[in-house]
């Protein structure tokens, strides 16, 4: 539907007849996504094609999340974008180039519509800048206190090229680990967005899509053993679960670690590790020692990527064993993140 015919809706907020399957829920579809999303049909499916599944060897990837935030809009990005992002990341971390989305909305009643309209033209803007389509969705409607205004679940389909392959069992000792920015921006910047410890700062969220840095890695170094990218949980969730699968052990330094003073500044007042903040545009990537330089200058080329460092190596210490090397020289034990240090963030 072109935007120009975009349908009338006088509510302004969300209703319990916009779920009942009637015309106001028409309208309420027809006036807030499928006018912005522009789906090919108004089938029940969406039909699929594209030259790269064609391709021998080429394998499908498919993933599917939710996403609940608190605050909803917040510094740097809204749940919309972080629902296009995560999912479009989640694809491209395991080498696919991502080509499909479906979204699927969970909203209370009495929701405003403009709320919405914003959430939904931040996915169409990011799944234009990550190069997919959004193509088919659903809508719920609950009644007051059955939910935090919109939740969003998301599903998406890529294409792997043949010669690709990343899997964290890939990784060998030597392997560099490299991060394409900084750390825990997106954690700092939910935690003071909520408002709950009166925190005054300038810290926005590093939410990105990042299909186009992948694929330029890959590019630059064939060799690539694997990729995650660093939300709940942070780096060192992310680098666990890779030493882990790996059966190998990894070695970050402190002083390598990209860090922007605001977010130290955050963690210290508040006790939190910024190992463990979440992320939702930053990756860990292991690559071969002789291909890192070529990944490192592909990655600072791009956006995504310009302040990519390499922050540790794989070796064939203690299986599953992270540790970081100190300012001080000492060496200490990162483990898995035990418990929660933020609530929805993401």
Not at 107 to 123: D, K, N, P
Request: with cysteine; hydrophobic share 45%; charged share 20%.
């Amino acid at each position: 539907m072109n935007m120009m015919s975009r349908p009338k809706l006088r509510d302004q907020r969300v209703t319990l007849s916009h779920g009942g399957g009637g015309k106001a829920m028409r309208d309420l579809i027809e006036h807030v996504f499928t006018s912005v999303f522009e789906p090919a049909s108004m089938e029940d499916q969406a039909r699929l094609m594209n030259d790269a599944i064609q391709e021998t060897g080429a394998r499908l990837a498919f993933t599917t999340d939710s996403f609940v935030v608190d605050p909803i809009e917040f510094p740097g990005g809204d749940i919309g974008k972080i629902a296009v992002c995560g999912t479009v990341n989640d694809l491209a971390v395991g080498g696919a180039k991502p080509l499909w989305l479906s979204a699927a909305f969970i909203i209370e009643e009495g929701t405003e519509i403009a709320l919405l309209e914003r959430i939904v033209a931040s996915m169409k803007a990011e799944a234009d800048k990550a190069g997919v389509r959004i193509v088919t969705g659903d809508t719920k409607v609950v009644g007051r206190g059955s939910a935090d205004k919109v939740f969003v679940t998301t599903a998406g389909v890529g294409v792997i090229a043949p010669d690709v392959h990343l899997s964290a069992d890939l990784i060998q000792p030597g392997d560099v680990a490299i991060v394409n920015g900084v750390l825990g921006d997106h954690g700092a910047a939910i935690l003071a967005a909520r408002g709950d410890m009166a925190l005054s700062t300038d810290i926005v969220s590093d939410c990105q899509g990042l299909g186009h840095l992948m694929q330029t890695v890959l590019a630059a170094a064939p060799n690539t053993r694997a990729a995650r990218d660093a939300t709940r949980g942070g780096v060192a969730s992310a680098l666990n679960e890779m030493a882990e699968a790996a059966k190998l052990a990894i070695e970050i330094e402190e002083t390598a670690l990209p860090l922007r003073p605001e977010v130290k500044g955050v963690c210290e007042i508040l006790g939190l590790d910024p190992l463990y903040l979440a992320n939702e545009g930053t990756l860990v990537v292991f690559v071969p020692a002789d291909e890192a330089d070529a990944a490192l200058a592909a990655m600072r080329a791009t956006d995504a990527g310009r302040d990519a460092v390499v922050i540790g190596r794989a070796h064939a210490g203690e299986a599953g064993r992270v540790t970081m090397r100190t300012l001080f020289g000492g060496a200490r034990i990162v483990d898995m993140l035990v418990g929660e240090q933020l609530p929805r963030i993401c």
